[in-house]
Each structure stands twice: as structure tokens, then as C-alpha cells.
């Protein structure tokens, strides 16, 4: 996914549209306006204090693919979950294309919208990230199965266009589903560097949506739980360990073609080059972990807590060794640790991108609703997600500390063209 980088001094929307004229006539960060942001960096370090520039890293919403998939991974997310209210096929395209339209502009630190900058009119933009870095900001959206059917009515046309891999997930084992935060008829993915920059961009895309939707569920998550890029470390959740030590990295092109991106023999052609978004909402038993010794905590996972490595090895990245035993010839890793439960096939393979959360604590038990919010996204989820989550869910010693508590399935279509919105292609084919 394209990122460009200006380096200089932490960088405001409001400075830009200050420095730029870009307030009533909008801003494209082209490589000349980062020609020109560089060049106004080289007059602050003259000694030019008005022309004080940012750090400004943007990723472009116009591309082959959708942002926030590939994109190296960022430090906060912002997930909603919509239901439609509208039953008109031309509304929900013209919102695409409003929500295309305001995500290009916030993804390159602009407003959500041209102000008029009238006090007699609520202002296009809610403001709170006037003051912001843009935060490498992404924004990615989804269809859930039930935008093509629900109910058992085709509320748009467009129960045709249903891909065979957004089938609704099957119950799985061990599932306690609240119904009121799974599942929706769209998605809004935003994740930035920048906690208030993700809650800004998913506020003022709900706020283009009023009369045409409404937000089912959502959820806040900090401190990402994967790694997606090769120059990312690989990060810890809340119960302290390594997390996603072998997911796919977005510079591996043969992996994200075969695993991630709908290739045309999947089909339908509106999806080619998109994926499916599976979200989980994994609730950690805190207290119970916390009181676990140090050594069934790393019997459960499958590998030392604080290295990483697989027990029996040093190194985080040392191969996993299913068959080695101890003096006794046991398993070194157990036949229910994480590990060797979540150890992916060739045809399972996913591209994971969690966070943390925490909700704060349940009422009923005083203990913290915290956990882990899973996002993967996968070419077939049903070949790919389905299998690996079954094993898990029959076997996994981690089960006696995590409950999956939300569930919910999304098609992600491929990016944008210039001056085109998501989702475009099925629209074209209705």
C-alpha cells in the first residue's frame, strides 16, 4: 500500500490548510506538494520558525487494493458495524461514493468535507482532528451477507451478486454470540497511528450516513496484535505473550496472492482483487490468567513467554518442533497448546491484523471486559478461517481463559480507482 513520509516537526490538519491555502480549496498531496512540504522544512532548519512543517505520513485510498489490509500495520483501531435502513440500491451507491470521497480526504489530513464555514450551518467536518497528524490513517470498508439477503428478502437486487465464501460463518464450538454486536450489513475498518484520528473518521462517515444507516456495534482497539510488515516486531497482548510471531508480511506477494487477495477464478468479478474480513471479539479471562503459573502459561501458548522462542528454543522465530520430547519422551509443546492447535496448513494461511481492547469491567462479575479484537482476512474464509477457528475451538487449552463473545463476516472489495468509489464494480454489474 503506498505511504509517503515528509519528516519534520509533528504536523496538524490545520496547519496544512493554513500553510497550503487548502481550507476553502481542498489539498492533493501529490510528490509536488511533498516537493513543497520539504522545501519549507529546509526553511525551518534556516532558522524560519513560520514555516514549521510536518511529519506528515499518509496512505493513498486510491490504489489496486484497499488500505488497512497490507498497510503496516498501525497502533489504534476503530471498528463499526452498520445496518442499512434505507431499501433504495441508488442510496446506498451514492453513500459509497460519499464515504469514497470523504476517506480520500481524511486519509491525506484533509476535513471530511468542504467547509462553508457558515454559523448558521453545522460545519462538514466535526473538527476534532483539526489539530492531528493524518496518522497513516486507513480506512477499509465491507458488505456482511446480510446486506445481499436478510430475512430472506433481497433488499437492493443484488442477492445474486452474493459471493459463495460471504456464506454466514457456521456455529462453532464454545461461541457465546452477542447477537446485538455481530454481524452488519457494512463495515468500516479505520485504524491510524492516532487514537482520535480513527474515532474522527469513523464519527463523520456515520454522521454521511444518517438516514441511511445506522452503527449495529463498534469497537476501540489499541496496541496492535500482529505484525504485517518485515519491519515491524512482533507485538504482545494483554495475557503478556508474543502475538502472531508467523503471520504473513505484506512484502511476501506470492503469500498475499494465494491466501489474501480474490484471484478471478474465485469470482464474482467485482471482488477480484479484494478479501474477506473475519472480526472476533475474544474476551481474556484476566484474572484467571493472571493467576496461572508462569509454567502452564507457556504449556497453553506453546512457547516461552518472555523470548518468544518455542519451548525448547531460544529464538522467536526458531522453527516450531511438534515432535520433540523431554527426558520422560513427552511432548515438549502439549497436544492442546496454542501452538500446534493454531499451526496453519498450507491452504489455512491468513493474514491477521487484532488489536487489544478493553471494555472496562463487567458489572455482573467486577472483573475487566478486556481481550483480544481478532481480525484476519483471508482469499476464502470458509476454506481458510473456518478449519483452523473448529480446531481451536474443539481442543485449545487457551479455551478455560478466552471467550469469543462477537462474530462477524464482511466482504472487502478491491481499492478505488481515481475518482471512482468502493464497491463500484457491483454496482456496475446490478
Known amino acids: 500500500m503506498s505511504e509517503k513520509k515528509a519528516v519534520g516537526k509533528k504536523f496538524s490538519r490545520r496547519d496544512l490548510f493554513r500553510v497550503t491555502g487548502a481550507a476553502g480549496a481542498g489539498l492533493a498531496l501529490g510528490a509536488g506538494g511533498y516537493a513543497a512540504l520539504g522545501g519549507a522544512a529546509d526553511a525551518r532548519d534556516a532558522g524560519d520558525e513560520a514555516s514549521v512543517m510536518p511529519d506528515l505520513r499518509t496512505v493513498a485510498f486510491h490504489d489496486t487494493h484497499q488500505a488497512g489490509i497490507a498497510t503496516a500495520q498501525q497502533e489504534h483501531l476503530h471498528f463499526a458495524a452498520l445496518d442499512l435502513v434505507t431499501r433504495e440500491a441508488t442510496e446506498v451507491r451514492d453513500l459509497l461514493r460519499a464515504w469514497s470521497e470523504a476517506a480520500a480526504r481524511m486519509m491525506r489530513g484533509e476535513a471530511a468535507g468542504d467547509d462553508n464555514y457558515s454559523e448558521f450551518l453545522p460545519p462538514e467536518d466535526t473538527g476534532e482532528a483539526f489539530d492531528l497528524s493524518p496518522a497513516r490513517l486507513t480506512l477499509t470498508f465491507g458488505f456482511g451477507p446480510s446486506f445481499f439477503q436478510k430475512d430472506g428478502e433481497d433488499r437492493f437486487g443484488l442477492g445474486g451478486a452474493r459471493p459463495d465464501a460471504l456464506a454466514p460463518l457456521p456455529p462453532l464450538t464454545g461461541d457465546v454470540l452477542d447477537e446485538g454486536r455481530s454481524d452488519g450489513d457494512l463495515c468500516v475498518q479505520a485504524c491510524a497511528d492516532d487514537p482520535q484520528v480513527a474515532f474522527h473518521a469513523v464519527r463523520n462517515l456515520v454522521r454521511i450516513s444518517r438516514g441511511l444507516a445506522v452503527v449495529r456495534w463498534s469497537q ?97 522465530f526458531d522453527p516450531v518442533d511438534l515432535k520433540a520430547t523431554d527426558e520422560n519422551g513427552e511432548p515438549l509443546i502439549a497436544p492442546d497448546a496454542h501452538v500446534r492447535l493454531a499451526r496453519q496448513s498450507d491452504e489455512e494461511k491468513i493474514l491477521r491484523r487484532g488489536y487489544s481492547f478493553t471494555d472496562g469491567f463487567d458489572a455482573e462479575r467486577g472483573q475487566l471486559d478486556a481481550g483480544l479484537f481478532f481480525i484476519s482476512f483471508q482469499r476464502d474464509p470458509h476454506k481458510q478461517f473456518v478449519p483452523l477457528q473448529q480446531r481451536l475451538a474443539a481442543n485449545d487449552r487457551l479455551n478455560e481463559y478466552i471467550r469469543h463473545t462477537s462474530s462477524a463476516l464482511f466482504a472487502c472489495p478491491p481499492g478505488a480507482r481515481e475518482g471512482g468509489y468502493v464497491g463500484e464494480g457491483l454496482f456496475q454489474k446490478s
Request: proline share 4%.
Open 220 to 316: 476501540l482497539g489499541f496496541g496492535r496484535t500482529a505484525s504485517t510488515s518485515k519491519a515491524q516486531a512482533t507485538p504482545r497482548n494483554l495475557m503478556g505473550v508474543k502475538d502472531g510471531t508467523n503471520n504473513i508480511k505484506a512484502e511476501d506477494g506470492d503469500l498475499m496472492n494465494r491466501h489474501v487477495w480474490v484471484p478471478e477464478e474465485d469470482g464474482p468479478l467485482w471482488m477480484v482483487g479484494g478479501t474477506y474480513l473475519v472480526a472476533r471479539r475474544i474476551r481474556m479471562l484476566i484474572e484467571v490468567w493472571d493467576r496461572v503459573s508462569l509454567g502452564e502459561q507457556e504449556a497453553s501458548i506453546g512457547r516461552h513467554k518472555y523470548s518468544g522462542a518455542p519451548i525448547g528454543k531460544k529464538d522467536e
